[in-house]
């Protein structure tokens, strides 16, 4: 959507917010505000409390175009650039639900890339363009009960079957995944699976199995801390059999095509914990210019004023940091220790401004009602999603050459 003069030389009176964005951008941005604010935000409270966002938020928003942002028009998406991911995960945190943030996340930013980035035509077809429809949800299956960050150490099988009469045009799966978000709801699920024990990180290979397949167990539907309103699953696999064209790009690849997944991953939940301790942000400042103690307001307290002064502070340094790194990634670059310091960064002082937003509002900030400490639960999460504080730090320090 932006024009190659304007992505590729920073004009920094293209936006109010940064150069990156365009008065595209800065549309689009208040088209999804006014959807979020209006369809969505209405219904916060409720999803809370039933621990699952309606079933017609997936096509009404691919109704509206919302789910392929940035995926060519032949398959159904608005052709835009990275940056319209990036408005979209800022602009989701307006609908004051976590849960559901992340459950589109993990559709739109998560398991369909894989899809457009390694899937051959049929695939596309049969997946991608209905993903973003909204008429088929998606999943991403790589964490299990014994391996989590070290996704070296998944254990779930893939077999080709090479008995008479196949002709070894089928797998069989067997295994299990949890902490899978949509993994209730999804109609189909991207799947990591060791199809050579002996080959190392060449072992791995990446499969597209519809979550209806005969062997699909969906165990149970997790419960957590936080993100209440997203369906959590713990998936098992009992001799699921999938044909050979189930595999998603080149066997024995799915390591490194997992590996490239993670990086847009990590970066798009760095620029959502950002949009998310700044509405934290806004609605603690607010609170403080209308709640009095000791004759004044309390923002007028030195120790609030500096408390909001340190938050902004970081808040915008994570911004800059997040918004230079996926200029980066936008123009074709691999900045992978970037993007791990913005993840790393931007989940850890999302959780700093939370908490710290309880505190000013005191003992309100304790009570459901304001929503402040849901932010916190929910924010927490993304200290351990998608890569833990501490494999961000590894990674950071081994690009250094430690």
Same mark, same amino acid.
């Given at each position: *959507?932006?024009?190659?003069?304007?992505?590729?030389?920073?004009?920094?009176?293209?936006?109010?917010?940064?150069?990156?964005?365009?008065?595209?951008? =800065?549309?689009?941005?208040?088209?999804?505000?006014?959807?979020?604010?209006?369809?969505?935000?209405?219904?916060?409270?409720?999803?809370?409390?039933?621990?699952?966002?309606?079933?017609?938020?997936?096509?009404?928003?691919?109704?509206? $175009?919302?789910?392929?942002?940035?995926?060519?028009?032949?398959?159904?998406?608005?052709? $835009?650039?990275?940056?319209?991911?990036? #408005?979209?995960?800022?602009?989701? +945190?307006?609908?004051? /639900?976590?849960?559901?943030?992340?459950?589109?996340?993990?559709?739109? =930013? *998560?398991?369909?890339?894989?899809?457009?980035?390694?899937?051959?035509?049929?695939?596309?077809?049969?997946?991608?363009?209905?993903?973003?429809?909204?008429?088929?949800?998606?999943?991403?299956?790589?964490?299990?009960?014994?391996?989590?960050?070290?996704?070296?150490?998944?254990?779930? &099988?893939?077999?080709?079957?090479?008995?008479?009469?196949?002709?070894?045009?089928?797998?069989?799966?067997?295994?299990?995944?949890?902490?899978?978000?949509?993994?209730?709801?999804?109609?189909?699920?991207?799947?990591?699976?060791?199809?050579?024990?002996?080959?190392?990180?060449?072992?791995?290979?990446?499969?597209? #199995?519809?979550? =209806?397949?005969?062997?699909?167990?969906?165990?149970?539907?997790?419960?957590?801390?936080?993100?209440?309103?997203?369906? +959590?699953?713990?998936?098992?696999?009992? =001799?699921?059999?999938?044909?050979?064209?189930?595999?998603?790009?080149?066997?024995?690849?799915?390591?490194?095509?997992?590996?490239?997944?993670?990086?847009?991953?990590?970066?798009?939940?760095?620029?959502? /914990?950002?949009?998310?301790?700044?509405? /934290?942000?806004?609605?603690?400042?607010?609170?403080?210019?209308?709640?009095?103690?000791?004759?004044?307001?309390?923002?007028?307290?030195?120790?609030?004023?500096?408390?909001?002064?340190?938050?902004?502070?970081?808040?915008?340094?994570?911004?800059?940091? #997040?918004?230079? +790194?996926?200029?980066?990634?936008?123009? $074709?670059?691999?900045?992978?220790?970037?993007?791990?310091?913005?993840?790393?960064?931007?989940? &850890?002082?999302?959780?700093? #401004?939370?908490?710290? /937003?309880?505190?000013?509002?005191?003992?309100?900030?304790?009570?459901?009602?304001?929503?402040?400490? &849901?932010?916190?639960?929910?924010?927490?999460?993304?200290?351990?999603?998608?890569?833990?504080?501490?494999? *961000?730090?590894?990674?950071?320090?081994?690009?250094?050459?430690?």
């Amino acid at each position: *959507m932006a024009t190659t003069e304007s992505v590729l030389k920073p004009d920094f009176s293209a936006s109010k917010k940064h150069f990156i964005f365009t008065e595209e951008h =800065d549309r689009l941005r208040e088209s999804i505000g006014a959807f979020v604010e209006k369809e969505l935000q209405p219904h916060a409270e409720e999803w809370e409390e039933e621990k699952y966002f309606a079933d017609w938020v997936f096509p009404r928003m691919g109704e509206l $175009g919302l789910l392929g942002l940035s995926y060519p028009e032949e398959y159904g998406g608005q052709g $835009g650039d990275y940056y319209c991911n990036i #408005v979209l995960a800022e602009e989701l +945190t307006k609908s004051n /639900c976590g849960g559901l943030t992340m459950g589109i996340a993990v559709h739109t =930013d *998560m398991a369909t890339p894989p899809v457009f980035l390694f899937g051959t035509e049929k695939q596309k077809q049969r997946y991608l363009v209905p993903a973003i429809k909204g008429e088929k949800v998606s999943c991403l299956g790589i964490t299990e009960p014994d391996a989590g960050s070290d996704v070296a150490g998944i254990k779930t &099988r893939a077999v080709r079957d090479t008995r008479s009469g196949t002709g070894g045009d089928e797998w069989v799966i067997n295994g299990s995944k949890t902490y899978i978000t949509n993994g209730h709801r999804a109609d189909f699920i991207v799947l990591v699976a060791k199809t050579d024990p002996d080959a190392g990180y060449d072992g791995f290979t990446l499969f597209l #199995v519809d979550m =209806d397949s005969e062997g699909v167990i969906r165990e149970k539907k997790l419960e957590k801390l936080g993100m209440h309103a997203s369906d +959590t699953a713990l998936l098992a696999f009992q =001799d699921v059999r999938v044909p050979a064209d189930a595999v998603l790009g080149q066997e024995g690849k799915g390591f490194y095509h997992i590996m490239w997944e993670l990086q847009g991953e990590r970066l798009i939940g760095a620029a959502g /914990c950002v949009a998310g301790a700044q509405r /934290c942000f806004d609605r603690t400042l607010q609170y403080a210019q209308e709640r009095t103690a000791f004759g004044r307001q309390i923002g007028k307290f030195q120790v609030i004023r500096h408390k909001f002064a340190e938050m902004a502070t970081k808040i915008e340094s994570a911004r800059q940091l #997040v918004y230079m +790194t996926a200029w980066r990634h936008q123009n $074709g670059e691999y900045p992978v220790r970037e993007i791990s310091m913005a993840k790393l960064y931007a989940s &850890r002082i999302a959780v700093e #401004v939370a908490d710290e /937003c309880i505190q000013i509002h005191g003992g309100a900030g304790y009570m459901k009602e304001y929503g402040i400490e &849901r932010v916190w639960r929910d924010m927490r999460l993304n200290r351990i999603g998608a890569g833990t504080d501490e494999v *961000m730090l590894d990674v950071i320090g081994r690009s250094y050459g430690l």
